[in-house]
């Protein structure tokens, strides 16, 4: 099959008029958000200087927060790449950046609501605005690390704002926690950070990417729920794309190649993962993996959400198993800005909890990951005498 280039995809009159659609249409939920306040209805809590402003998809400018940022983990990174964490918090160490890594943030439990539907507005609400409240009360602004809990969130904050009703139970299940009724100005995804700090990431690249092709797999449940908040740029495919890891990648000097099934899910489906398992890992390879393999034969697949980056990675071994014409591996962009800037594949990105084959890549990267394995050997060592409870940040810098 044959891949239009990506500058051919869109005429220049459709890049002139990108963002500008939807204006008039579309609706700036912030605006109910803020008036909401002003009724006395709940606290906003607003974005910290510094910060940068991005374009949306209809031409919106939202403010991504660089500093003072509140982490809310990934229950799925945490559980299965726990180098996609440990790759922000060391991008924010490096950087010089103050953030916070909370110790009472819960689930957002938005797996539970999309794939099984036993959950209920209430609830759902309830839990958001508790997160909420908790990053308000330490002074930090939300960062959510997890593509599914950014999508619910936003759902979440849309349905408040049209149903007093729910503000009301909600507002009442908070009062017996003792926590603040709180919605953030913005509602931030952890990959729109990277793309506002692509450049000082540059400049503290070390490794040359120059020669690391790279597929993108944007996140259906960045860009597609609530799809008027995504990240857009006229200048990555003509503004007809989310502008996010694409940007990233293509600053640090890593060529991306195109694909024809970009848009479909990476498989995970939520309720596909729990009940179809072979579906799930079917789709994840024959209709991404393997469309990239054959059209663009990329060094690496990149994402920016923890159930992209745990089903196109996990699913490989049972096609590989079959014969199927898959081996690729995959990261988040986390881990490749963090890679870039010289982190340990294994310290820092954790790349022994992948499946699909990543040495080839590190090689390419000029990467030794013999010697890295060994270093890592030593510290399970350490461990293993008690000369250390856990390795610390200046073992890992």
Not at 91 to 108: A, E, M, V, W
Not at 275 to 286: G, H, I, P, Y
């Given at each position: 099959?044959n891949?239009?280039?990506?500058?051919?995809?869109v005429?220049?009159?459709?890049?002139?008029?990108?963002?500008?659609?939807?204006?008039?249409?579309?609706?700036?939920?912030?605006?109910?958000?803020?008036?909401?306040e002003a009724?006395?209805?709940?606290?906003v809590?607003?974005v910290?200087?510094?910060?940068?402003?991005l374009?949306?998809?209809?031409?919106l400018?939202?403010k991504?927060?660089?500093?003072h940022?509140?982490?809310?983990?990934s229950?799925?990174?945490?559980?299965?790449?726990?180098?996609?964490?440990t790759s922000?918090?060391?991008?924010?160490?490096?950087?010089?950046?103050?953030?916070?890594?909370?110790?009472?943030?819960?689930?957002?439990?938005?797996?539970?609501?999309?794939?099984?539907?036993?959950s209920?507005?209430?609830?759902q609400?309830?839990?958001?605005?508790?997160?909420?409240?908790?990053?308000y009360?330490?002074?930090?602004?939300?960062?959510?690390?997890?593509?599914t809990?950014?999508?619910?969130?936003?759902?979440v904050r849309?349905?408040l704002?049209?149903?007093?009703?729910l503000?009301?139970?909600?507002?009442?299940i908070?009062?017996?926690?003792?926590?603040?009724?709180?919605?953030?100005?913005?509602?931030?995804?952890?990959?729109?950070w990277?793309?506002?700090?692509?450049?000082?990431?540059?400049?503290?690249?070390?490794?040359d990417?120059s020669n690391?092709?790279?597929?993108?797999?944007?996140?259906?449940?960045?860009?597609?729920?609530?799809?008027?908040?995504?990240i857009?740029?006229?200048?990555?495919?003509?503004?007809?794309?989310?502008?996010?890891v694409?940007?990233?990648?293509e600053?640090?000097?890593a060529?991306?190649?195109?694909?024809?099934?970009?848009?479909?899910c990476?498989?995970?489906?939520?309720?596909?993962?729990l009940?179809?398992?072979?579906?799930?890992?079917?789709?994840?390879?024959?209709r991404?993996?393997?469309?990239?393999?054959?059209e663009?034969?990329?060094d690496?697949?990149?994402?920016?959400?923890?159930?992209?980056?745990?089903?196109?990675d996990?699913?490989?071994f049972?096609?590989?198993a079959?014969?199927?014409?898959?081996?690729?591996?995959?990261?988040?962009?986390?881990?490749?800005a963090?890679?870039?800037?010289g982190?340990?594949?294994?310290?820092?990105?954790?790349?022994?909890?992948?499946?699909?084959?990543?040495?080839?890549?590190?090689?390419?990267?000029?990467?030794?990951?013999?010697?890295?394995?060994?270093?890592?050997?030593?510290?399970?060592?350490?461990?293993?005498?008690?000369?250390?409870?856990?390795?610390?940040?200046?073992?890992?810098?």
């Open positions: 099959m891949v239009i280039p990506p500058e051919t995809l005429p220049r009159p459709a890049r002139e008029r990108q963002f500008s659609r939807g204006r008039g249409r579309h609706e700036d939920i912030r605006q109910a958000v803020f008036d909401l009724k006395g209805e709940w606290t809590q607003r910290p200087a510094p910060y940068r402003e374009t949306t998809k209809y031409g400018v939202k991504i927060p660089l500093q940022t509140w982490h809310h983990k229950c799925g990174q945490c559980g299965h790449i726990p180098g996609y964490s922000i918090f060391w991008i924010n160490r490096k950087l010089g950046f103050d953030y916070f890594d909370p110790q009472d943030q819960t689930s957002c439990t938005a797996w539970n609501y999309y794939a099984s539907a036993t209920n507005a209430v609830a609400a309830a839990v958001a605005l508790r997160n909420f409240a908790a990053a009360e330490t002074g930090y602004y939300p960062l959510i690390h997890c593509g809990s950014y999508g619910h969130y936003k759902e849309a349905e704002v049209r149903h007093p009703e503000r009301a139970e909600v507002r009442r908070l009062e017996k926690l003792g926590k603040p009724m709180v919605v953030p100005e913005e509602i931030v995804h952890y990959s729109e990277l793309h506002a700090i692509r450049e000082e990431i540059k400049t503290r690249q070390v490794r990417f690391i092709v790279v597929a993108v797999h944007p996140a259906c449940h960045y860009y597609k729920l609530v799809e008027g908040d995504a857009y740029d006229p200048d990555i495919y003509g503004g007809q794309r989310t502008a996010v694409t940007g990233l990648a600053a640090l000097g060529r991306v190649a195109d694909y024809s099934t970009w848009f479909d990476c498989g995970f489906g939520f309720r596909h993962i009940v179809q398992r072979d579906f799930t890992r079917s789709f994840a390879t024959m991404k993996i393997e469309v990239m393999k054959e663009a034969n990329p690496v697949v990149l994402t920016h959400d923890t159930g992209c980056v745990t089903t196109l996990k699913s490989q049972a096609a590989r079959h014969g199927r014409n898959v081996g690729i591996p995959v990261l988040s962009d986390a881990q490749f963090a890679l870039a800037m982190a340990h594949p294994y310290r820092v990105c954790q790349l022994h909890w992948h499946s699909a084959d990543y040495r080839p890549l590190l090689e390419k990267m000029g990467v030794d990951w013999r010697a890295a394995w060994e270093e890592f050997k030593a510290d399970l060592e350490r461990l293993k005498r008690g000369e250390v409870q856990y390795l610390t940040w200046d073992d890992v810098d």
